[in-house]
């Protein structure tokens, strides 16, 4: 298959519209911004990395565009951008549960004395451990999902054309697992529709439009940048609290999300590296009537983008603050055949 | 308990060694070094941040001293300091072993067709997904040991006196879990002793000293700052492959290590924040003859001072680049109840 | 502590009316029922079997009595009582989640050639093979509640005498658990009182009294011995189709049961060596106002006569053939460290 | 693919070494055993029990076999054929660990106070309880193989032309799971080789005849029976001790086993209902060079003829009280998609 051919009409008066932008200077713009590979105006990213790519826009990261976005973290100021995940956390019912186990305890390890070494003959301070064993599923939490979580077609394959006929396997993928995401380090900008709204958090199945990113834009004064991580703000977060455990509450305002034109947008027209969101999914659900998918931004934005999606990213505190342009850092645990960053904890520096 | 008592005598003639060190001035050194809040040469941290305290000596990070660490990163260059792991990865025995399972696979997506949106006359693209579900350890790969990891006494309490009996609990533990550490932004210092003796990887059971510390930082013109993460470097990653999978080659060097005279150096007189090495357990193992525990540094570090241990970092690529000095940035996974951060991707950032 | 003391104020008219009963005899009655061992009329078991006894009541079992069980099973005919498990099958929500997953697939097994013995040079034939990865609560399905699974007290003991302190652990329970269980080949008698009542199933919380006892063997006209496996039918089970999947249907259901009196009863005037039924619990939902605990029946049965607890044990079939008496035979896995037999396929033969 | 093709050559001259035996008569004997159905001299089973069977040769099993099978154990003595499983045991490496971790225990229920319920003002008697989240292979301990364990071909089909491409999943397997196998009543018979061979246990690799079959009834003077289990002693289990910790002398002794002609002999001469013995996988191993797979004993059992196979049962008992003869009890957990029935605990009776 090949990816990325022109099958999306393009509203090209919505791109007048955006062309027609005044904004005022952030940061950034202040200095040149880096020049950023890879990407082409009006087709985006797609297969361009070689056959043997699992990183997709991801490779538009250089020195350059990272020292770049350091510098819009001079005040040192960090936002968390995690949320806690435990037992009780809402999560895709389509995903399998988690339990955090205590493993070793100081009791257990004293009463059991399987260790020679913890006999009070040598340990005299009395000194034992905790561990925890996990059963956890990798697309729970903060998330970012990795090029190989979606696939497409009758040939299941995922990004560059990976089939699972020959990188499928019992222990996870074996190409573009979220081992061998690098450090994402770029420019971050926050997009607050719920601000702009004027709402605590969307409505249930709230469709986010070009428009939309345009206004918001327009409100908050920023320009997008190739290279970017943008993140949508739906407000779902707010209800979070301690772990997640609002289950109908969370449900409803979870499927607040961005459409297809919406990520082609900022893919194509604004070169956007990583798209996210404050939602299990980013885009609206259900698809909309007539869509060849039930997640046709996934499909467009993984298999023929190569564009990783942030999932569950926490943006409360960066919208009270209204730090809309920041310092994205994400790293992803290296386990080897994760299909995405679980349970993780970005950070947003100003 | 109360910790930092001054039980342990300490060797002045290494202090007035380490004051006649004549070096030369690092990046950050040429900039003036931020405050350090909470530590007192001489004693350390220990427990001084308040009885609700659950981050210990993390607490001295400020925005200044993060902006200060990230103009560290000027250039924009990037180290991933993480090691990939999977079932085959060495730990150490102690721990639970690890299962990456494909959960959700597109063929078996379509062969149970048990989710409605994925039948063909609704998903026309054929789109499915790979999950995974981990049964994993919370103390394997790459790790940063939080402060209720172990503990000590008949009423095993761990850092600030949290008792078992008080806050125990079945899910992991209920005070100073891995997912209220904070995003961990500081100076980061490379103290590679393998280089200093010009070896591959030390030898099994090496003690790395408060002499060789002072002999590494003097061969890497360095000096050491309050607030800094301080990695030594044994050269057992440079044995870890593809994902640790050589069991022999990697634990008879995984017993290198610091000495708990080691460590006082290290928070006593030198502030460091954080203290890590590329090994399982940072301190050279067994533990001397007549000790009162088998890790006395670790009771030493998390316990008694309230800092984080970093442990299976991977320090090559620094090593080759001679890079001593950088920007560390880590996360841990914010998951309730797990005791360290596991299987990380640390970056340092020159 | 010492159990088994006249706390429980005992109704002797029920006795009495017991005693007036005028009952067919059975085929087992023909017969010289074996003598049991260890159980006395009016006290019942206890912690009679010796310091180091981990069995209980299980200890009256000998080939005399489990000939004599067996003779019941003349026909041949086989009822399997057990009830399929799968990740939708309703649990207490206490206990931890299912999954069952595929562990290695024939796919996964050629696709990842992981393994040189599948290579097509030396197998021809194509030969592969499915395993399953479970993770699994050892309180779900139908089970045996073992000795350990249920303490009392500040000590935190279990049946004889076994304190969490001494024999807790990190890896289950270090006493009376399910590996340890002997096969239990007894005679089973069914207490049908749904049927009794012309129900399909019991009302929730319904209490079924010492006086439903006495009528069900009226009605059934059976006469209970020492040493049955007594079960009681509340209907529930009815609803579990397939995999136990409606939650809401199975959950209001299942807090049908015994009460404190009805255990005493079984016990102490009949000398009931397992009682159990088709529900989670065995016992009535919530526990009556007043109760020492939210489980009476569990502490008088496991804690102080050392009787095991069958649960959720399908009874339809037997119900519908009106099979009361019948050759029990029920073995758990044996997994150390388990604290019930669970997803069992206990045996009724006659 | 059509099974149970005569590709096989026969050895003539067993047979007529077989049918000159002279047998004292055993019990069952002195009844009329009774009709098997299914099984035809020659062929053995095969896929002859329609499109829809799940359960093969097991078809065979009728109210009077089992009553037959059942009039074997009239002395009510027990044997437990089961193997205790534990983190430590032995298994066959390619497949996943296990683990039993205490889930809920006394002091963590009491310490969390999770449960509105345990609260001390309506808990007066301190309950609590324990209960085990377990992570453990469906392939492990004492097992009954399904009939979907194993496949063959490219199409990966398992007995009765079931085909990954429509029955294979991502929950395990979707036909022929081990929660279907119904409870297993037959005669059973061990062939005690190792006490034949006058020796502890076999030696590695030691191929087990069709001709060591034949000795070993003529020295225990039995006749085999259409539809018997048939269990090979080979002693390896006298080194599992309390939960098979010596991995090294297990997998020694493990590596014995029945040879591909055995397996015919037994099915098509002797009509045995199931097979099994006290190793990890029955048959010799490695497979003889030349072999079209690494388990031809395997394919031909369990893929050909549809019968069962029994693993790593403990023989040890029946030999030394030299029951050959035997009522073999066996089920399995009904746990949906398990390939095999895992920790079992069999019994004979006597």
Redesign the interface.
Known sequence: MKCCSPRYPFALVVLAAAAAFVLHSSAQEKSKAPEIRGWKQGTGWGWIWGQEDQLGALNSM?????????RL??????Y?L??????NSYKWP????A???????????K??AD?A??APE??????????????????V??QIDGL???????D?H?YNGYK???????????RCDA?GI??I?ARGVLLDIAGLKKVDALPAHYSITPADVDAALAAQRLKLQPGDVVLFRTGAMRYWGE?GADQELLKEHDSAGITLETARYLVEEFGSMLVGSDTSGLEVS?APEGS????PA??YLIVEQGVHIGEFHYLEDLARDKVYEFCY????????????G??????G?K
């Not at 995690?82 to 037992?87: H, I, T």
């Not at 679980?342 to 950070?347: C, E, I």
């Open positions: 250089t020195p350059e565009t990272i020292a770049a976005a350091l973290a001079e005040e040192g100021k960090t968390d995690g949320v806690r995940y435990s037992r389509g995903h399998s549960p339990e955090v186990m205590t493993f070793r305890s100081p009791e257990g390890v009463r059991q260790n070494f913890t040598v340990n005299s301070s009395g000194q034992a451990w905790h561990s925890c064993a996990l059963f956890i599923n990798d697309n939490g903060t190989g979580h979606v696939t497409a077609g009758d299941n995922w699972e006929a020959d990188w499928g396997g019992d222990f996870g993928i074996r081992a690098p450090p380090i772990d259900p060849d998918t039930f997640i996934h499909k850092m994400a790293t992803t645990n290296k386990i080897a055949g994760t299909t995405a679980f349970a993780l904890r970005p950070v520096v």
